[in-house]
């Protein structure tokens, strides 16, 4: 059963505290991409990876890290300079990264930081 | 100003009634247009993709492009309560997936 996996589901933090969460795809995507959602915000890019070992800074990459060691995994590390890490954060793929491939999103991680 | 907006709702319509959802956008770069759907606490799926101006079908969902009035519209029809969730437009001003740019959503409820 192909698709992308998040977890975990809910995670909590404290306050500079750095936290890892995994982004597993099984759907042999060259790209992949980290999302963040807040209420009454469309969602904004973190970071983005076009090939293995290879990564770039989104729109919001300040207080983020991400590795890209393998095809089918790009964690992404909320660090304690992350201002304000309380939100929803996704993770997708696509096939490459043309704008004319659709984006798999997976069931999403909420952190709140405590 | 935002590079698009959209009315967040909540927006209620009756079962079978046909809803209308709507973007507006300042860029006049964008090229390619999405609409997701959102269900609560999920990931959002891709419904309907265009390519500059037009409309595109799929079963009960049509995507409009305007773009020289920079709006967009998804038309749902014979809405159904599996229909309830938060849309998203999105779109890009060329080929790449990183330049995607998000509205905010509309949440959709639709009443049996």
């Known amino acids: 059963d192909g698709g992308i996996t998040q977890s975990p589901k809910y995670l909590f933090r404290k306050e500079g505290q750095n936290v890892t969460l995994s982004c597993e795809q099984n759907l042999n995507h060259d790209a992949m991409y980290w999302y963040r959602q807040d209420p009454g915000q469309g969602l904004r890019l973190i970071y983005y990876?076009?090939?293995?070992?290879?990564?770039q800074k989104g729109d919001i990459a300040e207080g983020y890290s991400v590795s890209r060691e393998k095809k089918e995994s790009f964690p992404l590390t909320v660090t304690s300079a992350q201002k304000n890490p309380t939100a929803f954060y996704l993770c997708?793929?696509?096939?490459?990264?043309?704008?004319?491939?659709?984006?798999?999103f997976g069931p999403g991680t909420r952190l709140t930081v405590l | 100003q935002k590079e698009v907006e959209q009315d967040p709702g909540p927006l209620s319509v009756p079962e079978g009634a046909i809803v209308s959802l709507n973007c507006t956008y300042s860029n006049s770069a964008f090229q390619y247009f999405m609409w997701y759907r959102q269900y609560s606490r999920k990931g959002p799926e891709l419904l309907m993709y265009?390519?500059?101006?037009g409309n595109k079908e799929d079963g009960r969902f049509t995507a409009q492009v305007d773009k020289s009035s920079k709006y967009i519209s998804l038309f749902i029809r014979d809405s159904q309560p599996s229909d309830s969730a938060t849309y998203l437009c999105a779109m890009s001003p060329h080929s790449s997936a990183s330049k995607i740019i998000f509205g905010s959503g509309t949440r959709l409820s639709i009443r049996p």
């Open positions: 990876s076009q090939i293995v070992n290879d990564f």
């Open positions: 997708a793929s696509s096939v490459d990264s043309g704008g004319d491939n659709e984006q798999f």
């Open positions: 265009t390519y500059s101006s």
